[in-house]
């Protein structure tokens, strides 16, 4: 069997899971249990909403710049972007 990177293992089965428990377990103690796992929630809770903020706002410049590009250019940014495109990196300002 050729040898795989750590990426193609796949998911954890139930032992793997249970055993992961249980070493949480140990280490935070039963009285600590739901108060780690609490404030888990709250972090995967945050970082959904971040994600989604950040859709938004992404969907939100899309759509502006469709509509910036709907209007057309005047001639003089035209060819200000074009000389702007023919000179090599490094050189104008």
């Known amino acids: 069997m050729p ?4 990426m193609f293992l796949g998911a954890p089965g139930w032992l793997e899971i249970l055993l992961i428990l249980v070493v949480v377990l140990l280490l935070f103690g039963a009285k600590k ?9 709250k972090g995967v809770k945050e970082f959904k909403k971040g994600v989604k903020d950040i859709g938004r706002e992404l969907e939100a410049d899309k759509e ?9 250019r005047p001639p003089e940014e035209e060819e200000k972007k074009r000389e702007g495109e023919k000179q090599p ?5």
């Open 3 to 6: 040898d795989l990177p750590v």
């Open 33 to 41: 249990l739901p108060e780690v796992m609490g404030s888990f929630g």
């Open 64 to 72: 502006s710049e469709d509509e910036k590009s709907d209007t057309p």
């Open 89 to 93: 990196d490094g050189e104008g300002s």
